[in-house]
């Protein structure tokens, strides 16, 4: 998948529309399905829930990451399809990093810490 992903965005790196065309991007979604479906088919199993138990039953990073691609498909790929949607968010963490590192400076960063300070 990584590989799929990061092929997919020097492609589109170097064309001029910066988006992929129509049977290019049916092609990477064929891809993405396929990619996800052997994925499925190498999970360990999920171990049945004891008995007595309530609650949801815990499951894997690996279950939890396959889970999450299959249901956010189209988000996962709107970079291949909208020029205007980056690769990766490392430019908005970056635009946002320098105001937080202000905010733990000037003591603003979790709330005001004066509603922590007890008197005793």
Request: glycine fraction near 4%; proline fraction near 4%; include cysteine.
């Amino acid at each position: 998948m990584k590989r799929l992903l990061q092929e997919t965005c020097k492609e589109i790196f170097n064309s001029t529309k910066k988006r992929l065309g129509d049977k290019a991007l049916a092609n990477l979604q064929k891809h993405y399905r396929n990619i996800l479906t052997r994925g499925e088919k190498e999970l360990p199993v999920i171990p049945p829930r004891p008995s007595g138990k309530r609650g949801k039953l815990a499951k894997s990073d690996a279950h939890n990451l396959c889970e999450r691609l299959k249901i956010h498909e189209a988000v996962v790929l709107l970079f291949a399809k909208d020029p205007h949607v980056s690769f990766t968010n490392n430019r908005a963490e970056r635009d946002l990093r320098m105001s937080k590192v202000k905010q733990k400076v000037s003591g603003c960063f979790s709330g005001c810490s004066l509603l922590n300070f007890h008197i005793t």
